[in-house]
């Protein structure tokens, strides 16, 4: 038996197929176009979620491809789960398609009316030991109600990445994880929307996907899907997690005091605690962990992308090389 994963991050989507011990079968990648990530604005950035579909296909169908080359039946694949970006906000309309462009996670233009969700959610906030900020989807969706009220109007469901583009793979609407619920406002101790949404935010609760754990089963792939990827009509959909949440487990660190840091455009620190840990600054944040443990962990911007921004992408190679003839190092470098 054998799983597929699919991560939809920044530059790209990557497929991977495994046996149920996680050994690699098969994988492939589909890079978005050189011009993907759109800043119209200065701390604006925002992509076209129809990319992602077609990357998130391309990918998939490459990957199995690859494993039916490999002498395997197509059937023994049972199920897959999708990963992607924390914090990215998704309008989508009642046939599933965006409503304009997903604002991603980096974006900041909601910093000033985060505070007006601060101050509505300052009970939650303060018992999840949190802070509501920019990076929140929840903030982002403050935003839109104030600037952009008749795009709000249009969408059905409010989601992120991950609900998308699981949308689109199974045809199944309104379902999230409680990971990526998490900076929508949902509460992970008590397991429920807050009232405070709709109550003195005024957003439309029935708009808000219903939440389930990580790994639930959601349905299957759409006809259409399993056209297009080769994968069986049979193979389950399953609800997935964040991108960090995922390269955390995935990397073994599951139980107290196990720490992971994954370095990709941005540098992001997790690990386990048997407790919650509170951060009044709102500098780290907690997920809830499968068996009850937490999961706190929080993001910097001085990751992979600050290097990008500082040297030419076609040096990358040339200096990836020569930093190996000076590894280890006790040298620290701060971006």
Same mark, same amino acid.
């Given at each position: 038996m054998f799983v597929l994963? *699919? +991560?939809?991050?920044?530059q790209?989507?990557? &497929?991977i197929i495994t046996d149920l011990e996680g050994r690699v079968n098969s994988e492939a990648t589909s890079a978005f176009p050189a011009e993907q990530l759109v800043a119209p604005t200065p701390g604006h950035f925002e992509q076209d979620p129809h990319?992602?579909? /077609?990357? &998130?296909?391309?990918?998939?169908?490459t990957a199995v491809s690859r494993f039916v080359s490999g002498g395997n039946d197509v059937a023994a694949i049972a199920a897959l789960s999708v990963t992607s970006t924390s914090g990215t906000l998704c309008l989508v309309d009642g046939q599933g398609q965006p409503v304009g462009t997903a604002i991603m996670y980096s974006d900041t233009r909601?910093?000033?009316?985060?505070? /007006?969700?601060?101050?509505?959610g300052a009970d939650l906030a303060a018992k999840l030991g949190t802070r509501f900020n920019?990076?929140?989807?929840?903030? @982002?969706?403050?935003?839109?109600?104030?600037?952009?009220? /008749?795009?709000? &109007?249009k969408a059905r469901w409010y989601l992120s990445p991950t609900d998308l583009i699981i949308g689109w793979l199974s045809g199944s609407w309104g379902y999230t994880d409680w990971t990526n619920a998490l900076k929508w406002g949902y509460d992970i101790i008590d397991l429920r929307w807050p009232e405070f949404i709709a109550r003195d935010l005024g957003f439309d609760p029935d708009k808000f996907p219903r939440? *389930?754990?990580?790994g639930s089963v959601i349905g299957t792939i759409s006809p259409q899907i399993a056209r297009l990827t080769g994968l069986s009509p049979k193979t389950l959909v399953v609800a997935g997690s964040t991108d960090g949440t995922a390269s955390q487990l995935a990397s073994g660190a599951v139980s107290p005091g196990d720490w992971n840091s994954t370095l990709g455009t941005? #540098?992001? #620190? @997790?690990?386990?605690?048997?407790?919650?840990?509170? +951060?009044?600054?709102?500098?780290?944040y907690s997920h809830r962990h499968p068996d009850g443990f937490w999961l706190p962990g929080g993001a910097s911007s001085t990751g992979a992308d600050c290097l990008v921004q500082r040297f030419a992408p076609q040096r990358l190679a040339e200096l990836n090389a020569a930093a190996l003839e000076h590894s280890p190092t006790d040298l620290i470098i701060y971006p």
């Open positions: 994963g *699919l +991560d939809v991050g920044t790209g989507a990557r &497929a990319q992602w579909r /077609e990357a &998130a296909i391309a990918a998939i169908a909601a910093s000033a009316v985060a505070e /007006e969700v601060q101050a509505a920019a990076s929140f989807a929840l903030s @982002k969706l403050r935003w839109v109600q104030r600037h952009e009220p /008749e795009r709000l &109007a939440v *389930l754990a990580p941005t #540098l992001v #620190l @997790k690990g386990v605690s048997e407790r919650l840990l509170s +951060d009044p600054l709102g500098r780290i």
